[in-house]
């Protein structure tokens, strides 16, 4: 008669180790999630919670003055924020799907932007030179200027008069601008994008970016006819009224 060891039976079980498996994700998942995230350093466009708050939108900004400073908005728990006052559920959530996107560098209008005076960026057109090497041949390094490049670019606020000469410095920091994102040149020097300004005599060639109330807010979708699940019940109800309506 052949006797086990129940001891080694047991650890030969599958559902032995299934369960060690299990405990071990589960002690990982849970060292991963008390990881603090890294704090991202404000912008020149985002310097303060306020700010922030005021461009993603959906009234966040009347939360303003709970979030002391800006280490605690990119800190605080959804369940810190509940505490806080933060409502609804779907508020917070949005709240915290921003943050982590701005982690990431993806930001909305003007979130490139380097000058920036008191929530105000001036953005205008420039002609950037482009070597003939840049264009066609390669091999002829030594090429002339064959044309130039428009693009909308963010300068300081104090601007030099038109016609003046350009100093060795400055032409060096004109071949490593950046166009800014969301802005583009249509015609002839006229900047078309969402919440400029255009200034005043610049015949749409420089305009004005101020930080406003939902700039970067992604709207909430509207259900049209009660929704996915019940846009066709609807939509047939109300055609059988209006086909009881024409009949009488």
């Known amino acids: 008669m052949i006797v086990r060891n129940p001891i080694i039976h047991s650890l030969q079980s599958p559902n032995t180790l299934f369960r060690s498996i299990t405990i071990c994700t589960r002690c990982l998942h849970a060292r991963t999630s008390t990881t603090p995230s890294p704090i991202p350093s404000p912008t020149p466009f985002v310097p303060d ?3 922030f708050l005021t461009l993603i939108g959906r009234n966040l900004s009347q939360h303003a ?11 605080l728990t959804s369940a810190q924020l509940r505490d806080l006052g933060v409502e609804p559920a779907r508020t917070r959530r949005y709240l915290l799907w921003w943050r982590d996107r701005f ?20 953005i205008k057109v420039v002609e950037v030179p482009v ?4 264009i066609g041949d390669t091999s002829t390094q030594s090429g002339g200027l064959v044309r130039v490049k428009k693009m909308v670019v ?3 606020a104090k601007q030099e008069e038109e016609g003046e000469v350009v100093g060795k410095q400055q032409q060096l920091e004109m071949d490593k601008l950046k166009p800014v994102e969301g802005m583009k040149v249509v015609g002839a020097r006229t900047i078309v994008g969402p919440f400029i300004k255009a200034v005043k005599g610049s015949r749409g060639a420089e305009a004005i970016v101020r930080v406003q109330e939902g700039m970067w807010e992604v709207r909430r ?3 049209v006819d009660g929704g996915e699940r019940r846009k066709l019940q609807v939509r047939r109800k109300r ?4 086909r009881k309506t024409s009949r009488k």
């Not at 070597?131 to 840049?134: D, F, G, I, S």
């Open 49 to 51: 919670p306020p700010t």
């Open 65 to 75: 003055a709970k979030i002391p400073n800006w280490p605690s908005l990119f800190s």
């Open 103 to 122: 982690r990431k560098g993806m930001f909305g209008v003007g979130g490139d932007f380097q000058y920036v005076r008191d929530g105000e960026a001036r």
């Open 131 to 134: 070597l003939k090497a840049e």
């Open 154 to 156: 963010n300068t300081p």
């Open 221 to 223: 979708g509207v259900k």
């Open 239 to 242: 055609l059988l009224e209006e």
